[in-house]
């Protein structure tokens, strides 16, 4: 019975706190205000913008190719024998001077030759002489006997001398007069003679002079073929000299790249005598030529020589050669090495600067449109004329005006008409009129 009585009593305790717990539940539900409903409004979006600059540029276009000597002399010998001599620096990649004796064939033989001319030369000099004054005497003889035929005739015609004694004087007139026409006949043959022999003279002088090889120019050892006492027959290639004071590179360029160059120079007559130099003069070709070494780019200033004679069906691309004077005197050594052979480099083509442009970003262009932000901010699609794009710029040719602004970020999606919040890209606004003032 006290046991019940107990678990009665504590279940009445239990009772007040829960009603204490409902009555505050009440109490704050009661005093707490309902939830404000904030008005929606219209969503914008934030944008990189630039204003669109006017600018002067030059045109440019770039290609690449491999560096080359202007001149390559092949040293062929023009005699046979016995390489009896090689300049001790005679070695790929060794710089020799104009003049210098390079290889020596065995002169011996064209040495005979050359002194077995000039003897025979002076023999017929000789019986030249010999014969001209074997000639005086025969006509001197031959003066005689007619005098003597013409006094025996007048006898024969007196009765006082026979006619056998005057046809022995005149076979004797006629012997003088057929070593006459012989020793003249000799003499006549003589220059002939003469010119034949000049010229065994000449070409044997002349062997003999191909027997010493010099260095036509300052040159660049390469493709060394020969050894000392080595036999070598006329015509063998024997080394390759290349030149030094002038390099020329011919470089691949595409033919959108080099119609941007003769933009605004339609319609000029060119003589086709002259066309590398009038192209040259027209568009005033400034060609730089680059060097990537890693940590930092070497240039050199460089002159247009020629445009090649075809175009390449596969890449598109046509040669532009251009060549850089006194290569190695504009060594800077850790800066700026030679162009040497084979070195594959860039070639930059910049033209006059033509007319003002409006450039925007190359990357603010899609699929020929713009994004314009308007004067109430919101967005505008405008589709634009591309005359042509040059590194990372657009060159604008219609449909948008200078000062408009251009979103330059990513926006997608992008809706026109849609609400959007600028700011102005002061770095990349600058970056596109640099373009005018570096060109």
Known sequence: MNFSRLIHSRKLMILPPIAIGVLVLLFMVAGKQPPVQAERGEPTRTVRVIEVPLVELAPMAEGYGQVQPARIWAAVSQ????????????????????????????PKDYELAHAQA???????????????????????????????????????????????KADETERAMLSYSASVQNLQNTLALVPSQRSVLEARLALAARDLEH??????????????????????????????????????????????????????RQGMQLNIQRISEEFAEMIALDPVVRLDLGNHVAEWEAEFVRFSDTVDPETRTMGVVVAVDDPFDKVIPGYKPPLSKGMFVNVVLSGKQSMQRVLVPRSAVRANTVYVVDENNRLRRRPVKILFSQDDISVIDEGLEPGERVVVSD?????????????????????????????
């Open 211 to 264: 027997t010493v090889i010099h260095a036509p120019y300052d040159m660049r050892v390469a493709s060394l073929k020969v050894e000392a006492d080595q036999y070598v027959p006329v015509g063998q290639n024997l080394f390759e000299g290349d030149a030094v004071d002038r390099v020329e590179i011919k470089a691949q360029v595409a033919m959108s790249s080099l119609r941007r160059l003769f933009i605004g």
């Open 79 to 106: 005699v046979a024998g016995r390489v009896t001599y090689i300049h001790p620096k005679l070695r790929d990649g060794e710089i020799l001077p104009e003049g210098t004796e390079l290889v020596h064939i065995d």
């Open 411 to 439: 926006l997608v999606p992008a809706v026109d008409g849609m609400l959007l919040q600028v700011q102005l890209d002061e770095d990349l606004n600058q970056s596109l009129i640099a373009h005018g003032q570096d060109s």
């Open 118 to 164: 000039q003897a025979e030369l002076a023999e017929l000099n000789a019986q030249e002489k010999n014969a001209r004054a074997s000639l005086d005497i025969e006509k001197r003889n031959l003066t005689l006997a007619k005098n003597e035929l013409e006094r025996i005739q007048k006898l024969v015609n007196k009765g006082t001398a026979s006619q056998s």
